[in-house]
């Protein structure tokens, strides 16, 4: 309890500010030690890190990383960086997308179904006994209405206009 920042204030008011400031940090760290201790899984994971081989390289990485921010440098770290590259990659993206569809040719969606199933798709249609081709249903057509033929299914590109809609 020495180390505490109420008790080490209240004890002598004439310690300076850098003694107290020391005792806090000093008490922050005592905290953060007992609340990995105290807790079973922190302490198991603390256990494994400073088991690790290379421990002292990461203690020296951040060291100098502290180092850097303490001076003011900071450098550039992932999270300065993430906004940028991620506008950075979504431009390049959709210029990427762009440049593919732009030099391959656009496939009717007729084609692209019968390349996956092998199946064309059919569609109603009838036979016009005047022209002998394959016809979309019209009902407001006078030659359909008076014939009333049978629909039949047949493949798309067999019908007069139906290879798009």
């Known amino acids: 309890m020495q180390y505490h920042p109420d008790v080490a204030s209240s004890s002598s008011s004439s310690k300076t500010s850098t003694t107290q400031s020391k005792n ?10 007992y609340s990995i201790l105290g ?16 421990i002292g390289e990461l203690r020296k990485k951040a060291a ?17 960086t993430l906004p940028r590259n991620v506008l950075i990659g979504g431009i390049l ?3 990427g ?16 179904h019968h390349e996956h199933t092998g199946k064309k798709r059919l569609v109603e249609a009838w036979m016009n006994p005047n022209t002998n081709r394959w016809e979309k249903p019209r009902p ?6 008076r014939l009333q033929p049978v629909l039949q299914f047949v493949p798309r590109d067999q019908v007069d206009g139906g290879g798009k809609r």
């Open 64 to 80: 100098a990383a502290a180092k850097a921010r303490a001076a003011g440098g900071g450098g550039n770290s992932f999270a300065a």
């Open 93 to 95: 993206g959709v210029a």
């Open 97 to 112: 997308v762009t440049f593919i569809r732009s030099i391959m040719p656009e496939k009717e969606n007729d084609d692209v």
């Open 140 to 145: 407001w057509d006078q030659e359909y209405q």
């Open 24 to 33: 806090a940090e000093t008490f922050k760290r005592i905290s953060e030690a």
């Open 39 to 54: 807790n079973e899984n922190k302490r198991r994971r603390y256990n494994f890190d400073i088991s690790e081989s290379g």
